[in-house]
């Protein structure tokens, strides 16, 4: 005999909640369904939710829906996945110009600017995303804040390793008057302050230093600008005005928002 019992017919079936990874699934799926053509050079980004948009670019190459296609992965992480789902792969010396990229964000402010390097990534990805044509964030609907900086975490910083103390201090004196906390990633989370051994390493070699914010910064252009004059700093990652359009996965539903 069966180890379950059936409800009884007419009984509704309770839909099961949402996890924030089904959230971020939904978002990247419609992204790669709404926006990726045969024939086209993409951008693949880095994180938990563009992995899902990789995996859905492999499935559709694997059933011939998509053919043609050459990506552009902004990581060594991304390029392993890709690669696995025998994904053909370029480079941007090869393919300057991009159709389109595809990518996660840590934030997403009401203008559509964005916080991204959370997974470490934002050099690569700011390249890639500057060469693209187009530029779909997916997100689920944590990521949306009033403000940058506004979800109290790490808006990251890639430096050199050379003087990375002194940099720290330059950055967060910078940005003193926002109440700025600066920190050095560590290898496997964001946190602690320690030694240098165990300093998480960028695919370019760098350090991230990660910058807490208290309040709003201001006026964002002035303020990345203000960054990359510094020397030693290699990238931010505020993306401002480089989004397409947002893809928000929520409870309620799918949102699209564009400029
Ligand atoms: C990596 C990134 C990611 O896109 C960002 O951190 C979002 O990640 P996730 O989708 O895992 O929440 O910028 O450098």
Not at 43 to 48: D, E, F, K, P, R
Not at 155 to 164: G, S, T, Y
Not at 190 to 204: E, F, I, L, R, S
Request: hydrophobic share 40%; aromatic share 6%.
């Amino acid at each position: 005999p069966p180890h379950f019992t059936l409800s009884s017919p007419g009984t509704p079936i309770e839909p099961l909640p949402l996890t924030q990874d089904d959230l971020k699934k939904i978002a990247a799926y419609k992204a790669v369904d709404d926006f990726v053509e045969s024939g086209m050079v993409v951008g693949l980004g880095t994180g938990s939710t563009a992995k899902h948009a990789v995996d859905r670019i492999g499935e559709l190459l694997q059933q011939g829906i998509l053919s043609n296609i050459v990506c552009i992965p902004t990581s060594t992480r991304t390029q392993e996945q890709a690669l696995s789902l025998q994904i053909p792969l370029s480079d941007l010396d090869s393919h300057p110009v991009v159709d389109l990229t595809i990518d996660g964000a840590d934030e997403v402010d009401p203008h559509l600017n964005l916080v991204k390097g959370r997974g470490g990534s934002l050099l690569r990805e700011k390249l890639i995303e500057c060469a693209s044509r187009k530029f779909v964030v997916v997100v689920d609907e944590s990521k949306l804040v009033k403000y940058i900086g506004g979800s109290g975490l790490a808006m990251p910083v890639e430096v050199v390793p050379f003087c990375w103390k002194f940099n720290a201090r330059r950055l967060e004196e910078m940005f003193g008057y926002a109440g700025c906390r600066a920190q050095l990633r560590r290898k496997g989370c964001v946190c602690g302050n320690g030694g240098d051994d165990d300093a998480y390493v960028t695919d370019n070699g760098n350090y991230i230093v990660d910058l807490y914010l208290e309040r709003e910064i201001g006026d964002l252009k002035a303020a990345s600008e203000a960054m990359m004059r510094m020397s030693g700093v290699v990238e931010n990652g505020m993306f401002l005005d480089m989004a397409t359009a947002v893809i928000v996965a929520g409870s309620g539903g799918i949102t699209v928002k564009d400029k």
